[in-house]
């Protein structure tokens, strides 16, 4: 690892809670000691309070940030050093924290009370084993690194894999469902079934690169959706009236593939194709509160009528698990005449 690296890395060891909790186990042991019978106090004051809460602290921190920077520093960007340069290097820096911390601890103790200079040939004596304790202490955290490391890894390699699948079975989804429109056409009109085919082939280009990415912008969607609705305006005509309320904020958001396009799919195929008369499809999407909101809803068959579960939702809200971790959320209700699918999950950072 590089020096930037390496400051990136302790910032994150930092952020994982087995870190604080190893820092809290010897950081009670630490002021108990200071406090027991046989301690030797400063006066009361500041520097007390220093001596038995807040230098303790500053060690263990320090020697938890620093430690593993020898089992870590190659120069290059290269994850680990080979284990003798990992030797070399965490004795020399054991070294050197051990020698701030004999200063930072008796003896500089020693001085304020006594005044007495600092006994240098024992902080010589006792760095060695220091030295050895900490490069120990460095390996050890650099191990639980490694494990942490690999398993995270394992997950991530695992969600990918996942979620080429998905994103797999979503092609061919949109791809039956769109050919049996087209043959549903071609038996009203040939004439309007040529030019459907044609917009058709376009459109399933288009599809196919959209899918392929693992994030893609909203108004990407938005403009392959508009086009999905131009081919089903040709088999639906009159039978169906398109209203978009979207936000132009949207259309830089980044997302995971196929949000939009489902929802608006499902409410034609469930709720207006159905229905002779046809209906009303609104199509929305907001910024709010850091999360970005597109509404889909429907007239047309109710709710209670429709076949709900199908793929295209089942396999939209495994995506949104992947991709949000929980933190996005999907639901599907009815609200008097309409049938409306909401999607909601936040965005990283909020598009002025």
Known sequence: MTFPELLDDTRSRMRRPWMWIILLGFYIPAISARLSPGATLLPEG?????????????????????????????????????????????????????????????????????????????????????????????????????????????????????????????????????????????????????????????????????????????????????????????????????????DEALDVVEAPPFLLQPLVENAIKHGLAPVLEGGSLQITGRIEKGRAWVRVANTGRPLKSQRIGGSGLANLEARLGLAFEGEASFHLASNGAWTVAEIAFPVPQVVP
């Open 46 to 246: 500041p520097l007390r309070f220093a001596h038995v809460f807040a230098i303790p602290f500053f060690e263990l921190a320090l020697l938890a940030w620093l430690a593993p920077w020898a089992w870590r520093w190659t120069g290059r960007s290269q994850d680990f050093p080979g284990p003798w340069r990992g030797i070399l290097q965490g004795l020399i820096l054991g070294a050197a924290l051990g020698m701030l911390v004999l200063l930072m601890e008796d003896h500089l103790l020693n001085w304020v009370m006594s005044r007495t200079p600092v006994a240098w040939w024992k902080v010589v004596r006792s760095i060695p084993q220091l030295a050895i304790g900490l490069c120990f202490v460095g390996f050890l955290i650099v191990a639980l690194d490694k494990t942490t490391l690999a398993k995270e890894r394992a997950e991530q390699m695992a969600r990918e894999a996942q979620w080429i699948l998905l994103r797999g079975q979503m092609n061919p989804h949109v791809f039956f469902n769109a050919m049996n429109n087209l043959t549903e056409l071609i038996r009203k009109d040939q004439q309007l079934a040529e030019r459907a085919a044609m917009d058709l082939s376009d459109l399933f280009r288009r599809l196919m690169d959209h899918g392929q990415c693992h994030v893609a912008p909203l108004g990407e969607e938005r403009a392959l959706v508009e086009r999905y609705l131009a081919i089903e305006g040709l088999r639906l005509g009159s039978r169906i009236q398109v209203e978009w309320a979207w």
